[in-house]
């Protein structure tokens, strides 16, 4: 059965780098077709995919957040990693590690494999 569990801190300053780690359990993240994603939800706001690495480690980021985001993976742990930049209170959401079948850049997904998720709050 495959899990995926989110982890990190859950309060982080402006202007800091936001780190969160997703370990998978019942299968490779380096399995053929399969894609590693983030996916956030602010409150009162809708899912936003934020990016996904790939089997091979290809990766993909939002266009919105490209500049501040980058995603990659500890094959060894079977881990991948979020690290968002320069934070700010617009950044505080839940964050949500996913897999998906293929690249599908969009906040829900059919087939979509989530972990529970984790709140992440911005503040100073």
């Known amino acids: 059965q495959v899990q995926l569990q989110e982890s990190g801190p859950g309060l982080v300053k402006p202007s800091q780098t936001l780190s969160l780690t997703c370990t998978v359990s019942?299968?490779?993240?380096?399995?053929?077709?399969?894609?590693w994603s983030w996916i956030r939800q602010p409150p009162g706001k809708a899912l936003e995919w934020m990016g996904a690495?790939?089997?091979?480690?290809?990766?993909y980021y939002s266009p919105s957040l490209k500049s501040r985001t980058s995603i990659s993976r500890d094959t060894s742990k079977n881990k991948f990693t979020l690290q968002l930049n320069s934070v700010t209170p617009e950044d505080t959401a839940g964050y949500f590690c996913?897999?998906?079948?293929?690249?599908?850049?969009?906040?829900?997904?059919?087939?979509?494999?989530w972990g529970q998720g984790t709140q992440v709050t911005v503040y100073s």
């Open positions: 996913a897999r998906d079948f293929g690249l599908v850049d969009t906040g829900k997904a059919p087939g979509r494999k």
């Open positions: 019942g299968v490779s993240i380096t399995s053929n077709s399969l894609y």
């Open positions: 690495i790939a089997s091979r480690g290809s990766t």
